[in-house]
């Protein structure tokens, strides 16, 4: 008897603490967000920086009582699917959003994968924020995809021409891995670079992704003696084997990349080796960061244990979505509502200092209005951390 | 031709770190013939355990090393008896421990992701410097030199095990014939849980040695696996000799590739795959295998 008590008591006990917790839940009613990236393999670290960044965000608003758009208050949910950088598993992410709901997704990550979820976001009426370069996602008539990041044709041209006036760079070596991302930004870097007068004196030097040691790879571009070595696409994973590589061969020019990395990584994967490594850095740099950049790093440690210097940019994308549809409401079920205040939107900028705002630029890279507007920031890194080797604006 | 010397340093470097990745997938597959999946996230297992003891506590680099071999041979053991055995006891079908292979495969890259996180770690260097010779005719770092010797006496060592030790006289029997050695007395059961354990260490040291050259990620473990099957099917499955031997032409292919193709893009692993499948087609057991098997 006792016994059949206690069970009636525990399963009482469930009920009750399940109802309470569904009411809690349902506080406020919840909007869903989207995330289609790449969190496990070599490139993990691109979209596991991203999700990241969401779900401290989210956690965040829904810790102060939600977001507020037009009348009602939502609580923020992150929906993650790792679409393993493999386009058709991206195509299954996209198409696992739209059964849910949901029109507005971060991600992919890499240029293959954003190409093949178009067709799905188009027709199921999803707004996506790629990590991604190629310009037919955002130049008309594609109209869903938002650059999420500076585009390596926007920021390789601005590195090259500063190091050729400033540093006296005359001759450029590009190196990249054999895929899609890496190569067409080596192919743009190259047009760039000769559009600047420089001479590339090794362009065809590739290797595999999974390469761990590469000594032999960079052996034959250290025989041109570049004054300028380009690390077309290069993942953070890569970065610092990639530098130990060349500095132990003997090479004593200049390192840059158009990719975003990580300080820590670059610290104990090259140490001092990486001394002078240009890289596209996050978008709020400790010069511009704002105390709230301040406080969501910190959140963001707490969380997960580590920052990643890449979360400066991807921090980004979930508030640009957030501030939009606070702008106009109505673009919380219909994409062409957005669409329409993405060409007059305006917002403060809560992560940088000063009077920066929050708005949508591409008009000149794609004829539309398709790119967060980040500040282009290119850093140096030096002795375990990055500075800013100077700002500018895209587009 | 100045490239030469270059081209015989990255070989023998590179052939010595495959061998030694190679040697505990054959070891493996020769006692049980099991293929095992996860041998490259067991490599990446290592050089995490190096990386933490090492890299981030700050203790001596030979305590880390030897973290990363004992974790691993425990996890090796347990693997055998809990997993892999009873499999092997109740399924006569190959595929059977390919799939469970395949599972740990996937449990050690999500363990992984949980623990140690998503990014590139790496280790302070052992020894600083570089060895210039000629007018940068040959050009080598010098604690690729050490990894090397060091890579080369674990081979060395290992092999004087396996000859010269009773355990590692056991273990031989065990491969050449499992029925026989059971009837001479060889436990076994004992064996085949030893045997794994000591594939999956060697596995853990070379992760521990290659953690100071190359760092970790989460993601080097399919890739390691992929390559370690190519040495091994080079070579010839469950053949010592042959891993060390498919690990070494595997190495000096890819140093020759990379350099002397490297105007042409990234064909040498194409070269390469190339190659291997006329080569097994011609030879399929490999350079040393039994066609028997």
Known sequence: MKRRNLLKSTLSAAVLASVAAGAAWAENPVLKIGFVGVTSGPAAAWGISNQRSMETRAEWINEIGGYKIGDTTYDIEIVSFD????????????????????????????????????????????????????????????????????ANYQSGPAIYKHLRDNNGVKTVAFIAANESDPLSQRDGGVEAAKALDLDVVSDSVTYQVDTTDFTPVLTPIMRAKPDLLVLSGVSPANAPQLIRSARELGFSGLISTETAQDAQVLREGAGDMANGFIS??????????????????????????????????????????????????????????????????????PYMQGDAVLKYVGDFSFGQKRQVAVPLVVNVYQDGAFETMFIAEVD | MDQIPQILANGVYLGAQYAMIALGLTLIFALMNVLNFAHGQMYVLGGFVTYTIYGAWGLPFVVALAMSCITLAILGALIEKYLFAPVIKKSARDESTMLLAAA??????????????????????????????????????????????????SIIGFISFMQFSKTGRALRALAQDRVAAQLMGVNVDRYSMIGFALGAMLAGLVGGLLVTITGINLGMGGPTSIKAFMMVMIGGAGVISGAIAGGIILGFLEAAGLALLASYGNITYLLIFVSLMIFLAIRPQGLMGKPWG
């Open chain 1, 280 to 349: 596209v850095g996050g978008a709020s740099t400790p010069e511009i960061a704002s105390d709230m950049m301040n406080e969501f790093v910190e959140r963001y440690t707490d969380m997960f244990g580590e920052y990643n210097d890449e979360s400066n940019t991807k921090v980004y994308a979930l508030e640009y979505i957030l501030e939009t549809l606070k702008a106009n409401p109505a673009a919380i079920d219909d994409v062409e509502a957005y669409k329409v205040t993405m060409d007059t939107f305006e917002a403060p900028n």
């Open chain 1, 83 to 150: 679409d393993q950088k493999d386009p058709k598993r991206a195509v299954a992410g996209m198409e696992k959003m739209a059964q849910e709901g949901i029109h507005y997704v971060v991600g992919p990550n890499v240029d293959d994968g954003a190409a093949a979820v178009r067709p799905v976001a188009e027709s199921n009426g999803i707004m996506y924020f790629p990590y991604a370069f190629p310009k037919s996602l955002y130049q008309a008539p594609a109209s869903n995809a938002v650059l999420g990041m500076v």
């Open chain 2, 104 to 153: 740990i495969a996937f449990l050690l890259d999500a363990v992984i992701l949980l623990v140690f996180g998503e990014k590139q770690r790496g280790v302070p260097k052992l020894v600083d410097g570089t060895t210039i010779l000629g007018d940068y005719t040959l050009v080598i770092a010098n604690d690729r030199i050490l990894i090397c010797l060091l890579a080369i006496a």
